[in-house]
C-alpha cells in the first residue's frame, strides 16, 4: 500500500508539475509582425535676397557733376539653403534698361538717364562702379556685380550675407540733363550656380 501511495504521489507530482508548465506557456505573450512607417523629409532649396534699410533713396542733382551722392545706404541681406554641389552666389544690381535707368516725370521730357551715370559702391570704400554690365537675369548692359560667395566642400550650404550699397548719379553723362524729376527702380537679385 506504501508503494502504491508513493505511485500515486509521484504521478500527482508530474501532473502537478505539468500543469504548472502548460499554464506558464499559455501566460507568455505572442509577437506580431513587424509595421513599418517610411519616412521622408524634404528641404527645398532657397536663394532670397532682402532689402532691410534704404528701400527708397533720393538724390538732389547738380547739372554736369560727377558727385550727386544718394540720401542714404542700403542693406542688402542674401540668404541661401543650397543642395551639395553648388559652387558660388553671385548678388547682382541691374536695371530693367540700360538707356531709361530713370524717366521723367514731366510729359513731353523725353530725355532719360542711362544705366552707365549710376555707380554703385559696395560696403563704403572703393570706386563707385557704373552699371553697365549685362547681368544673368536681363540682356541690357545695365548691372553691376555686388559680390560672389565661394562655396567649397567645407562651406555650409546655408548661410547669408549682407552687403551695404552706396550709390551716386554722375549727371556728366548727361550733360544737358533738363530739370525734372527722374524715377526708376534697381532690381537686386542672386543666383546659385552650377
Known amino acids: 500500500m506504501k508503494a502504491r501511495f508513493h505511485l500515486f504521489a509521484s504521478v500527482l507530482a508530474v501532473a502537478g508539475a505539468m500543469a504548472l508548465l502548460s499554464s506558464t506557456a499559455a501566460a507568455a505573450p505572442g509577437n506580431s509582425n513587424v509595421g513599418n ?5 524634404t528641404l527645398g532649396e532657397s536663394l532670397t535676397v532682402t532689402v532691410t534699410a534704404g528701400t527708397t533713396v533720393n538724390f538732389t542733382l547738380a547739372p554736369n557733376n560727377t ?10 541681406v542674401t540668404a541661401w539653403v543650397l543642395k551639395p554641389g553648388r559652387t558660388n552666389i553671385a548678388v547682382w544690381a541691374y536695371f530693367s534698361s540700360a538707356t531709361a535707368a530713370l524717366n521723367p516725370a514731366t510729359a513731353g521730357n523725353t530725355t ?18 557704373s552699371c553697365t554690365t549685362v547681368s544673368p537675369f536681363n540682356a541690357a548692359a545695365s548691372g553691376v556685380l ?4 565661394t562655396i567649397t566642400g ?3 550650404t546655408n548661410g547669408n550675407r549682407t552687403d551695404t550699397l552706396a550709390y ?22 542672386a543666383q546659385a550656380t552650377p
Open 146 to 149: 555686388i559680390g560672389n560667395t
Open 112 to 129: 532719360t538717364i542711362p544705366s552707365s551715370a549710376i555707380g554703385v559702391q559696395v560696403g563704403g570704400v572703393g570706386p563707385f562702379n
Open 37 to 41: 512607417v517610411q519616412f521622408n523629409a
Open 154 to 156: 567645407n562651406t555650409i
Open 67 to 76: 558727385s550727386n551722392p544718394g540720401s542714404n545706404p542700403s542693406t542688402v
Open 168 to 189: 551716386n548719379i554722375d549727371t556728366t553723362v548727361v550733360p544737358q540733363l533738363p530739370a525734372d524729376t527722374y524715377t526708376g527702380v534697381l532690381n537686386i537679385q
